[in-house]
């Protein structure tokens, strides 16, 4: 069974940047999508970007391409999204995400319990 | 950017009652490229549909999905206390957007 496991909250300033962490076990680590997606709250779901670890090719939603960026491990099968710049909107429930296609853009069957990250000065 | 609109925004029901909740695209979803989650309060999302109609591995048979191009459809057809939560559609023909979801209350 696959399974997510997220880094922790945090709390950043303004203009900082922050790095969050998704680690895999069970399944293929390198052959499938991983997807970020973020939720502010009381908001709905929003597509951040993803990677295919084994193509090394990101795929950013328009509105965070130059912001942010996302990396994979294979050797630890962990995942990362670093986002850059942050401001009071970036507020939110990150999470991420594994889907079973290996293709982008895709849907997604594996969660990360998520990651609070909190922007506040 | 495909918009995804949901409808209604909230819907109130009773045990047992039927459920359709709707995923209007800003333009056409080829390949039926859409699926639905199901969120509850603190949870991540759970995958229910995908590929507008097919049941995601463990999902009982009273959620259903259909339609195709701009029109889709979540059906839960005798509504279970566990069901009560938030549904999202997500295309992902064009990148990815989520529709703003549909809370599901108890009436």
């Known amino acids: 069974q696959v399974q997510l496991v997220q880094s922790g909250a945090e709390v950043k300033k303004p203009g900082s940047s922050v790095k969050v962490s998704c680690k895999a076990s069970?399944?293929?680590?390198?052959?499938?999508?991983f997807g970020w997606v973020r939720q502010a709250p009381g908001q709905g779901l929003e597509w951040v970007g993803g990677?295919?670890?084994?193509?090394?090719?990101?795929n950013y939603a328009q509105k965070f391409r130059g912001r942010v960026t996302f990396t994979a491990d294979e050797s630890t099968s962990t995942a990362y999204m670093e986002l850059r710049s942050l401001t009071s909107d970036d507020t939110a429930v990150y999470y991420c995400a594994k889907d079973i296609s290996g293709s982008l853009p895709t849907y997604f069957v594996f969660w990360g319990q998520g990651t609070l990250i909190t922007v506040s000065s | 950017e495909i918009v995804l609109t949901q409808s209604p925004g909230t819907l109130s029901l009773s045990p047992g009652e039927r459920a359709t909740l709707s995923c209007r695209a800003s333009q056409s979803v080829s390949g039926r490229y859409l699926a639905w989650y199901q969120q509850k309060p603190g949870q991540a999302p759970r995958l229910l549909i995908y590929?507008?109609?097919t049941r995601a591995t463990g999902i009982p048979d009273r959620f259903s999905g259909s339609g195709s191009g701009t029109d889709f459809t979540l059906t839960i057809s005798r509504l279970e206390p566990e069901d009560f939560a938030v549904y999202s559609c997500q295309q992902y023909y064009s990148s990815i957007t989520f529709g703003q979801g549909t809370r599901l209350e108890i009436k």
């Open positions: 990677i295919i670890p084994i193509l090394h090719i990101p």
């Open positions: 069970g399944g293929t680590f390198r052959n499938y999508a």
């Open positions: 590929g507008a109609s």
